[in-house]
């Protein structure tokens, strides 16, 4: 080796790692604030992510669902401490210029890492899930038109998701025309993908579920519940949102599995639920400030 390429050979593999090294994603400029309780709101939750422009909003989210969105993964799938899921906080950032919407999982990361101390470590377990698939019987879903009116409601570029709740029923506000609500034993979809379809579904039920249709459209489609599985999915989609219920109301819905009402529910529209066990990744909180640090 000549004296030449001793010499280089150091200096360019010290620029290729310097090289190598993105510089961090992060908000302008935010805020964190603890929401506003149950009790305070009038037994009304109310939840939602406002995407426009360079302006961020995040209401009373908790932190397992903030570290979701961060890491891309869904909220059942992170463990922690019991307040991580319970204790609700909202968010507004700016976003630096000539930043994305799609860098904001990055930027969520530095902003938790650096307010609340979040430490994580990833871990595979083998979880009890239900496998959406398609039933025995006929289809029975209506598929959305992939240019309705509905794709135009909201400008390019922005994000409106919504979601309210109350012992009358829940009701979520995808964007774009998407929706879904669980009201008076009824639950109603409106321009779901399966997979979308799915991952809301988790939070009615007692484990996570797997989209395995292999359906790729988006539906409008209805199913009748009976008054005690309707009941059981709206106890579970309350302790997911952060809410203390009375302790006989979270011993019911601890003990009463809505799987098996659920797939004979689904079956009216040719699809059900088939309990399985599957590898998943799991995110495990191993530190986390209860308090955010100061804005």
């Known amino acids: 080796m000549s004296l030449a390429v001793r010499i280089t050979l150091p200096i360019l593999l010290a620029s290729s790692?310097?090289?190598?090294?993105?510089?961090?994603l992060e908000f302008e400029v935010a805020s964190i604030r603890p929401s506003g309780s149950y009790a305070d709101s009038g037994g009304k939750v109310s939840l939602g992510v406002h995407i426009d422009g360079a302006q961020v909003r995040f209401n009373s989210l908790s932190l397992r669902e903030y570290l979701a969105r961060a890491y891309r993964t869904k909220a059942p799938m992170i463990s922690g401490p019991d307040w991580t899921?319970?204790?609700?906080?909202?968010?507004?950032?700016?976003?630096?210029?000539?930043?994305?919407?799609a860098q904001i999982p990055e930027m969520l990361q530095a902003l938790l890492a650096d307010r609340f101390h979040?430490?994580?470590?990833?871990?595979?377990?083998?979880?009890?899930v239900y496998a959406l698939l398609l039933g025995k019987g006929t289809l029975k879903l209506k598929e959305s038109p992939p240019d309705s009116d509905a794709d135009q409601d909201e400008p390019q570029g922005t994000t409106n998701v919504a979601a309210a709740g109350s012992q009358a029923g829940v009701g979520v506000n995808l964007?774009?025309?998407s929706s879904y609500s669980l009201v008076n034993n009824r639950f109603e979809a409106k321009k779901l993908t399966m997979a979308v379809f799915a991952a809301n579904?988790?939070?009615?039920?007692?484990?996570?579920?797997?989209?395995?249709t292999g359906l790729t459209g988006k539906y409008n489609f209805a199913v009748d519940l009976t008054p005690e599985d309707a009941r059981a999915m709206m106890?579970?989609?309350?302790?997911?949102?952060?809410?203390?219920?009375?302790?006989?109301?979270?011993?019911?819905?601890?003990?009463?599995?809505?799987?098996?009402?659920?797939?004979?529910?689904?079956?009216?529209?040719?699809?059900?639920?088939?309990?399985?066990?599957?590898?998943?990744?799991?995110?495990?909180?191993?530190?986390?400030?209860?308090?955010?640090?100061?804005?």
């Open 17 to 24: 790692s310097f090289a190598q090294a993105p510089p961090r």
């Open 85 to 101: 899921a319970s204790e609700t906080f909202d968010i507004s950032a700016t976003l630096p210029a000539g930043s994305t919407p």
């Open 118 to 128: 979040v430490k994580l470590h990833n871990e595979k377990k083998e979880f009890p």
């Open 175 to 177: 964007g774009h025309g």
């Open 201 to 212: 579904l988790e939070r009615f039920a007692d484990r996570p579920i797997i989209d395995m």
């Open 235 to 295: 106890m579970r989609a309350a302790i997911q949102a952060g809410v203390t219920l009375p302790p006989e109301a979270m011993r019911l819905a601890a003990e009463n599995s809505s799987g098996a009402g659920l797939s004979d529910a689904l079956q009216q529209v040719g699809l059900r639920l088939e309990p399985r066990k599957a590898p998943l990744d799991v995110l495990v909180i191993d530190e986390a400030l209860k308090t955010p640090t100061a804005n």
